[in-house]
């Protein structure tokens, strides 16, 4: 490669900026964050934050209740403030209304996530 090939390339616009060292005195944009803090700012950014929480209460509804009312009852769908819930038999309806305070608490300390009510559906087979 020529001098002169060499000299282009530093000039590309595509090519991507090193940073400088501390030593020179000089950087380059905001020092490196850890992955958590820069996408915990993205989601607030984009207004996805209790929304997006609330699908992450979904995915992980057995750990979060325990194997005996994961088996009886499944988290389906959020709007952010409320969790819905489907069950198939009237009985476990009733439990989780009894226990709805509970459950509500534990979510929020396990997730973060302070839902304002749980709503249950019963589904027929």
């Known amino acids: 490669m020529s001098d002169e090939e060499r000299a282009q390339r530093r000039r590309s616009p ?3 900026p090193r940073r400088a ?4 005195g000089e950087t380059i944009g905001p020092p ?3 992955i958590g803090t820069s996408l915990e700012q993205l ?3 984009l207004g996805w934050g ?3 929480s609330a ?3 979904i995915a992980d509804w057995e ?3 325990g194997p005996t009312i994961a088996a009886n009852a499944r988290a389906v769908a959020s709007d952010g403030s409320t ?3 489907a069950v198939e038999d009237p009985a476990w309806a009733t439990q989780l209304r009894w226990l709805e305070a509970g459950l509500l608490d534990r979510l929020a300390e396990e997730t973060g996530v302070r839902f304002e009510r749980l709503v249950i559906r019963v589904r027929t087979r």
Do not use: D
């Not at 060292?21 to 020179?24: G, H, K, L, V």
């Open 14 to 16: 595509h090519r991507i």
């Open 21 to 24: 060292s501390e030593e020179e």
């Open 32 to 34: 490196p964050q850890a």
């Open 43 to 45: 989601v607030r950014h």
């Open 50 to 52: 209790p929304k997006t």
């Open 55 to 57: 699908v992450g209460v």
């Open 63 to 65: 750990r979060l209740v």
């Open 83 to 85: 969790l819905v819930v």
